[in-house]
């Protein structure tokens, strides 16, 4: 049986020292390093080193890839490739470990490291699913809930464990506001054939698991079937097929959210309001009135609800994306918002800046004052709505470049296979 060896996170090419490790070696070996023999192996040419040669090429094209945002538009298949390439190495971690016995050589373990990245945990009783990646907490999806009876995402986490949503519930620090309307990710309509669950009137109910969490391609993903249902939480407005997947990138996890909305028996009406579509609730630290450095920033240019420094504010407005971040200990962390280019119209925001925004395409009179629209999907007729949700973290705010992510993060999204 080969040595158990501990999962830590993913190091780039430049965090793993060249070459093989011991007193003549040009490194010393990192923690998680293993080694067949305890020495230095003087062989160039051993499997060790060939598998240690060859992970380091993957990674390194890896970070090329996401570092050069042109790249990944002109080949947004290769963002998919190298991404089951790279899941495919953490995976048969024993190749390498293979190596490390023929050559007698030190090899760099942290590089593939354990099994899968994501782990998901469902408690008896509790209709939650909670998701960790590299073993620690990223996010708990609850599926059912008694205060807020739609699904949702609650208490995000960045790599170091900063908070990056408000805590759900809210923690004497927190601001008490919406506590049960904003738990952390959500979608939810204001007006949805009368029905509202935005205002926790109408409830979402969760049917089941088409499919249950799992790794596929190096993301998390699963599948959900929930009702919308009327006020007298028996009469069916529609039905909606979920597809969640979770992506890991450099420095943050892409959240695909890809919803499809049916009727067999009558037509579904989104109506014309503020409060319809994918919102956020960000960590009290990081919203604008915490006066601490926290901002909303979009693809305009356009920054804060109200604007700054002469420029307009992000409220009403249409854009690619909507980022939300903030400076919590010593990281930038924050969640940008991305509605897919494919949807049936682009998104107008509804930002706050007490630390809440929502990316709505219905709301036409709501922002604009234009005359009222609604949206009919006609009886027997699949209605798809996809977002992106970025959950990021950085050294610091020079280090984050929204629109480069948003070409990686839709780049992956075009790429990846259902």
């Known amino acids: 049986m080969l040595p158990s060896v501990a999962r830590p996170k993913i190091l780039k090419s430049e965090d793993v020292p060249h070459g093989p490790v011991g007193d003549r070696g040009l490194g010393q070996a990192p923690a998680g390093s293993f080694s067949a023999s ?22 390194h094209l890896r970070d090329l890839l996401f570092e050069h945002p042109p790249l990944v538009q002109r080949n947004p298949t290769m963002v998919y490739r190298m991404t089951r390439t790279v899941t495919w190495l953490q995976r048969w971690q024993w190749l390498a470990l293979v190596g490390v016995f023929s050559g007698s050589c030190v090899i760099p373990v942290a590089t593939v490291a354990g099994a899968d990245a994501w782990s998901t945990h469902r408690t008896a009783g509790v209709d939650t699913v909670e998701i960790h990646l590299h073993g620690k907490p990223f996010a708990t999806y609850h599926y059912r809930d008694q205060k807020t009876p739609r699904p949702f995402f609650a208490n995000l986490f960045g ?3 900063v908070k990056v949503s408000r805590n759900h519930p809210p923690g004497p620090d927190d601001l008490q506001d919406h506590d049960t309307y904003h738990p952390g990710i959500w979608l939810a309509f204001g007006d949805l054939s009368g029905a509202d669950s935005w205002r926790l009137k109408a409830p979402v109910e969760h ?3 088409v499919e249950e969490p799992r790794e596929h391609h190096g993301a998390l993903q699963f599948v959900v079937a929930n009702r919308y249902l009327k006020e007298d939480r028996a009469t069916e407005v529609c ?3 979920c597809r969640y997947r979770l992506f890991e990138l450099p420095h943050g996890v892409l959240i695909d959210w890809d919803s499809s909305f049916q009727s067999k028996d009558s037509k579904i009406v989104f109506g014309d309001q503020e409060e319809l579509g994918l ?3 960000l960590a009290t630290p990081i919203n604008v009135k915490s006066n601490k450095g926290g901002r909303i920033l979009n693809s305009n240019g356009e920054i804060n609800e109200k604007g700054l420094d002469g420029k307009p504010g992000v409220w009403g407005k249409q854009a690619d994306w909507c980022d939300y971040s903030g400076t919590v200990g010593n990281e930038f962390v ?7 280019p ?9 930002a706050r800046d007490y630390g809440f925004v929502a990316l709505n395409p219905f709301g036409i009179n709501a922002f604009t004052k234009a005359p009222k629209n609604e949206t009919v999907v006609p009886a027997g007729t699949p209605f798809r709505l996809r977002y992106g949700v970025l959950v990021h973290w950085h050294g610091q705010s020079s280090d984050f470049d929204p629109a480069s992510e948003y070409q990686k993060c839709l780049a992956l999204q075009n790429a990846s296979p259902r």
């Open 38 to 59: 305890g020495r230095d192996c003087p062989d160039r040419d051993c499997p060790g080193h060939a598998m240690d040669r060859y992970i380091r090429g993957v990674l």
């Open 159 to 161: 790599s170091s464990g």
């Open 207 to 209: 049917v089941r698991f």
């Open 239 to 241: 039905r909606e097929t």
């Open 279 to 281: 919102g956020v609730r």
């Open 334 to 340: 924050g969640m940008m918002l991305m509605p897919h």
């Open 342 to 350: 494919n949807n049936h119209r682009r998104s107008w925001a509804h």
